[in-house]
């Protein structure tokens, strides 16, 4: 125990040490990454509204940026220790944000039925009403490498979405549907095993 404590204590300095010696705007990347992310929506979804073969590419190509920033945000903050309560929030809000627009204008442009928009859309808001519920009581719930899985797979199937709508396509959104409903429930027992025993928060009322 007293070495396991050593080595998470040794970690911690390690991190602050990098943080400390990190160049400001490296600081403040991870958020400019994600803040790119968000921004970039807009486009990406009025060039598949335009829906033509290049526009549709370009989209995949610029959903395949805002992918590879999702992946560099995080390693830079845990690399740099410059990681924030914040940063964490903007960063869960904007893959999601970039997940639902994605769905709802597949759901227009009839590449996708609307039942797997709800099963996409259903798992996050469920998600994040149970992580606000958790964090009321002061408990903090990880969603898991089968969390981080599922946002994989989903940005793989929807971009072969959008490149093209072949029947291994429709496979790939299909199994990103069952690893997005997977983890969600993975997500649920977690968080009922941890609330065990606890006693029900006051209910609020209502907004």
């Not at 705007?25 to 829906?51: E, H, M, Q, Y």
């Not at 990880?142 to 899985?149: E, P």
């Not at 983890?183 to 009322?205: C, I």
Request: contains cysteine.
């Amino acid at each position: 125990m007293a070495e396991g404590t050593k080595s998470l204590r040794e970690e911690g300095t390690g991190q602050r040490s990098a943080a400390e010696g990190a160049p400001t705007w490296v600081a403040s990347l991870p958020n400019l990454l994600t803040g790119f992310r968000v921004l970039v929506i807009p486009l990406v979804i009025g060039l598949l509204l335009w829906d033509g073969q290049a526009s549709n590419q370009a989209a995949a190509c610029l959903f395949i940026v805002a992918g590879i920033t999702d992946v560099l945000d995080g390693l830079i903050a845990r690399r740099y220790g410059t990681g924030s309560q914040l940063g964490i929030f903007f960063d869960l809000v904007g893959d999601k944000l970039v997940v639902a627009a994605l769905v709802i204008t597949m759901v227009e442009l009839g590449w996708i039925p609307g039942w797997m928009a709800f099963g996409f859309l259903g798992r996050e808001i469920f998600v994040m009403g149970m992580r606000a519920y958790a964090g009321a009581q002061g408990v903090t719930v990880s969603a898991g490498q089968l969390g981080k899985m599922k946002m994989m797979w989903q940005y793989i199937a929807l971009n072969a979405l959008i490149w093209d709508r072949v029947p291994l396509t429709w496979a790939l959104v299909t199994f990103a549907l069952a690893m997005t409903v997977a983890s969600g429930l993975y997500y649920l027992v977690s968080v009922s095993r941890e609330l065990r025993g606890r006693p029900a928060p006051d209910v609020p009322d209502p907004v």
